[in-house]
Structure formats: structure tokens, C-alpha cells
């Protein structure tokens, strides 16, 4: 079992930045994929970012690449969302999740179905 605690969001201007922080527990967080999904009011749940374990590969929507930037930090069992250039269409609810997919790809890690667990979901609002 894996709990995961996100940091509060935050608002901010348009090309602002924000980080959120996931903190999981447990002490296999290496062994677990991590994921940062958004949604926003009235639309699906949508992919954002995803890390492999082991921080060997990194995957990204095209509506964020060039501005975010996830990473984990394993001895402190969590995962980060380094926002930036924000944009108000980047404002959503955002969820951490982990989970262990069969293979560390873009497929697997940008799919919600993958993950096991996730955060309670923290608000982002970008004000324009």
C-alpha cells in the first residue's frame, strides 16, 4: 500500500512558476513509476508528466513539454512538478499517482488505467 500527500498548489500569474511535491510512503517508492495528472472543471482527467523508476526516462503532453519538469528525489520518497511559463489553461486540479506498469513507456505511463494509487488531488490556478 502507498499513500500519497501532495503539496498545497498555489495561484499565480501567467508566466509564473509553481512546484508541486508528492510525498509517498512506503519504502519501495523506487520501484514505482510516478505520475502527474490534471483536471480541469467538467473535463476528463489528463496525463501531464510521468517518471519512470529509477528516474531512467521521462515523458510529457505536449501542452506542457518545454515548461515542466518532473523529478523524483528517491531517498526522500517523492516526486516533483517543476511549473513554469504558466498559463492560465494550466489551471486544474493536480494529482500525483504511482504505479508499475509493464514497461516504462509513453504508453503505459500516460495512461490513468496504470496507476494504482493516487494523491488527493491538489488546486493550481493561473490567473491570466
Known amino acids: 500500500q502507498v499513500q500519497l500527500v501532495e503539496s498545497r498548489g498555489g495561484l499565480a500569474q501567467a508566466g509564473g512558476s509553481l512546484r508541486l511535491s508528492c510525498a509517498a510512503s512506503?519504502?519501495?517508492?523506487?520501484?514505482?513509476?510516478m505520475g502527474w495528472f490534471r483536471q480541469a472543471p467538467g473535463k476528463e482527467r489528463d496525463f501531464v508528466a510521468a517518471?519512470?523508476?529509477?528516474?531512467?526516462?521521462?515523458y510529457y503532453a505536449d501542452s506542457v513539454k518545454g515548461r515542466f519538469t518532473i523529478f523524483r528525489d528517491d531517498a526522500k520518497n517523492t516526486v516533483y512538478l517543476q511549473m513554469n511559463s504558466l498559463k492560465p489553461e494550466d489551471t486544474a486540479v493536480y494529482f500525483c499517482?504511482?504505479?508499475?506498469?509493464?514497461?516504462?513507456?509513453?504508453?503505459?505511463?500516460?495512461?490513468?488505467?496504470?496507476?494504482?494509487?493516487w494523491g488527493q488531488g491538489t488546486q493550481v490556478t493561473v490567473s491570466s
Open positions: 512506503g519504502r519501495t517508492f523506487n520501484t514505482y513509476a
Open positions: 499517482a504511482a504505479g508499475r506498469p509493464l514497461a516504462p513507456t509513453y504508453y503505459f505511463l500516460s495512461d490513468t488505467l496504470r496507476y494504482d494509487y
Open positions: 517518471i519512470s523508476w529509477r528516474a531512467g526516462s521521462t
